[in-house]
């Protein structure tokens, strides 16, 4: 009798703990992963020979999560390509292909129910990791699909008859107690038939050069609910800077986005931390974002943000090429209402424009992040300037303090237009960046380090309210702006002083995605 009351009142403590409500915080871990590769991802292998290179990657994987359960993590996600890596052929990865049930057409365990679904030996592991573990689990693998699609039959299928997707998915753990059965009896136990329930599939819209995989006929716009934070929405990579589904989520009210990657960073504007941070401010919500780590790549740089904070990882040149597990403590955000509106026209007041802007030094034009921005330099130690590419144009108001050693040179930059290079999307920038060198010419080349502390005012006046702002100091720090203040008609101003290192870049980073849909050119 007294196992058996102990047995309910744990069950019944188990229960009313998951269907409680929200809390104020919940624990997040995102794990920078440096995955084993297949040396010869070109090349064809056998399911046995893909399954024992996924190990290595999934043995890693074990080991941080049971780190990240230790230290309370209620939510892991893992980075794109942490499975089997990149560089492979449409034929070359066949051997990874799983075929991966949509949770919104069938409720299935892997991990209790193995049998169901052939060739899933990836999918079984990750679901007993979540399980085992008792913690909600993203991870990024490859999906395959027969075709026609039964969620979009008239869709045209690919010459080789099936479809390739690149592909998140979440595995859904039950809210444990503080005190469990187990602790209280050895011999007894128990679990919930919903822990490593596969709850959400998301295949990525928005491709980078991947020979491998498809884009969804029809953009995927996939959430999942969490006890202990509510939604949760899904997008990878390149996504980020694309309306779908991005955009999507944002218009819908969704405040927390899960964001794998497998980025290769590109300063002076578009290191990930930077765009990590940016896009967590501008858009006001929660992003959990873990890379890849492979030096030869270019790729570092994970972390968990929200708008009043974050905690992040930037390896630096000599670093050991290891993982790193990040865990922290993040504020559940409440939704916000749906807003669509995104397009701004009449002017606002008070900011520079062609006709109004500061007497400035003549502008000239050099190549940053492939486009052509126009730049004025900071020639003063303090003063006020403007720029203008065609009618949009940045205002400027600054104090430098060069430290001992030299002057640097550091360039106001500012581009309205659509960039072509490795994407199409349009943009309006305003950037202040610190030059390479001291010829003008090397305004808007990468610098990773600086000297000069900057106390500045940035503003603009963009066509869109997506603005993302980023203050990026020396050795990969990131600062958190003093002050952003922003109007109605699209007026952005971010202000910032007493840094803590020097300025290596300060940016508005607009995206204009009206102008992506209506395949209209901007300026």
């Not at 300063?267 to 030096?295: H, K, V, Y």
């Not at 052509?372 to 006020?384: C, I, N, T």
């Not at 490795?422 to 610098?447: L, M, T």
């Not at 380090?449 to 603005?467: I, M, P, Q, S, W």
Request: aromatic share 10%; charged share 15%.
């Amino acid at each position: 009798m007294f196992l058996r009351a102990l047995f309910f009142a744990a069950l019944t403590l188990s229960w009313s703990q998951t269907e409680a409500s929200l809390g104020s915080t919940y624990t997040a871990a995102v794990y920078e992963h440096h995955p084993v590769l297949n040396p010869q991802p070109w090349l064809a292998s056998s399911r046995l020979a893909a399954l024992q290179h996924v190990k290595k990657n999934l043995d890693l994987y074990e080991e941080q999560a049971a780190l990240a359960a230790q230290q309370g993590a209620q939510i892991l996600v893992f980075p794109e390509d942490g499975l089997q890596g990149f560089n492979f052929s449409r034929s070359s990865i066949s051997s990874y292909l799983e075929s991966i049930p949509d949770p919104q057409q069938e409720t299935w365990n892997p991990c209790t129910e193995p049998g169901r679904h052939d060739g899933t030996e990836v999918l079984q592991r990750l679901s007993c990791m979540a399980r085992r573990n008792g913690i909600y689990l993203v991870a990024n693998m490859a999906d395959v699909q027969p075709c026609p699609l039964p969620s979009d039959p008239s869709a045209p299928c690919p010459p080789d008859g099936h479809w390739q997707f690149n592909t998140n998915v979440v595995f859904r753990y039950t809210v444990k107690t503080s005190v469990t059965p187990m602790m209280l009896v050895p011999c007894l136990s128990f679990s919930r038939s919903s822990e490593g329930v596969l709850v959400a599939r998301y295949h990525k819209n928005n491709l980078y050069f991947e020979a491998a995989f498809d884009a969804p006929p029809r953009p995927e716009v996939v959430t999942f609910e969490t006890p202990f934070a509510g939604k949760f929405g899904l997008i990878t990579c390149f996504d980020i800077l694309f309306d779908q589904p991005t955009l999507t989520l944002l218009e819908q009210g969704v405040r927390q986005l899960i964001f794998p990657a497998a980025w290769m960073n590109q300063l002076p504007l578009l290191d990930l931390i930077q765009f990590q941070r940016a896009f967590s401010l501008g858009s006001n919500i929660t992003l959990l974002s873990p890379n890849i780590r492979s030096d030869a790549l270019l790729m570092t740089g994970s972390g968990i943000y929200w708008p009043s904070g974050a905690v992040y990882h930037h390896a630096r040149l000599g670093d050991p090429e290891e993982g790193k597990l990040l865990v922290a403590s993040v504020p559940v955000l409440e939704p916000l209402g749906q807003n669509t509106s995104e397009i701004y026209s009449s002017p606002a007041p008070g900011y520079c424009r062609r006709d109004g802007c500061p007497a400035s030094p003549p502008s000239f034009t050099s190549t940053m992040m492939h486009d052509p921005f126009k730049f004025v330099l900071l020639s003063d130690l303090q003063g006020e300037l403007g720029v203008c590419d065609g009618a949009f144009c940045c205002h400027l108001q600054y104090t430098l303090s060069p430290q001992e050693g030299g002057r640097e040179l550091y360039a106001l930059g500012v581009f309205a237009g659509t960039h072509t290079v490795n994407g199409r999307y349009a943009v309006q920038v305003c950037a202040v960046v610190r030059c390479a060198g001291s010829d003008p010419s090397s305004c808007g080349q990468e610098v990773d380090r600086a000297d000069t502390r900057v106390d500045f005012v940035l503003a603009g006046h963009f066509g869109t309210k997506h603005v993302f702002p980023s203050v990026l100091a020396s050795r990969m720090v990131l600062e958190q702006p003093e002050n952003l203040e922003r109007t109605a008609e699209g007026g952005v101003t971010m202000r910032h002083g007493n840094m803590s290192a020097g300025l290596v870049t300060a940016c508005l980073y607009g995206r204009l995605y009206h102008l992506d849909r209506d395949g209209q050119d901007d300026g």
